[in-house]
């Protein structure tokens, strides 16, 4: 059985920085690519960031390129969102899911975490 467990998330003022951790259990991160989505209220949940499984190869949103970067760490079946320079526009619920590579940048993964909540105070 596939899931996908978040943490990390809080509350952090603007400017700072968060961590945010996937751990992937049920499945081998190996073969899947894995990514980051957020949802905020009232707004369509939109792609951050996704890494595939064969060459790392990466994408980013517009919005967070230069200031997010994902990273997997295989042996421990976890993937990581480092948050920087965390901006009054980017609280929401992060929600790390997983898929083929093709099936996360076109936002339709199939497997997903429940999310974990990032609030930023400016």
């Known amino acids: 059985q596939v899931q996908l467990v978040e943490s990390g998330g809080g509350s952090v003022q603007a400017g700072g920085s968060l961590r945010l951790s996937c751990a992937a259990s049920?499945?081998?991160?190996?073969?899947?690519?894995i990514g980051w989505f957020r949802q905020a209220p009232g707004k369509e949940r939109e792609g951050v960031s996704c890494?595939?499984?064969?060459?790392?190869?990466?994408y980013y949103a517009d919005s967070v390129k230069g200031r997010f970067t994902i990273s997997r760490d295989n042996a421990k079946n976890t993937v990581y969102l480092q948050m920087n320079s965390l901006k009054p526009e980017d609280p929401a619920v992060y929600y790390c899911?997983?898929?083929?590579?093709?099936?996360?940048?076109?936002?339709?993964?199939?497997?997903w975490g429940k999310g974990t909540l990032v609030t930023v105070s400016s």
């Open positions: 899911a997983t898929d083929y590579f093709e099936s996360l940048v076109a936002g339709a993964p199939n497997y």
């Open positions: 049920g499945f081998t991160l190996d073969y899947y690519a």
């Open positions: 890494i595939s499984s064969s060459d790392g190869s990466t």
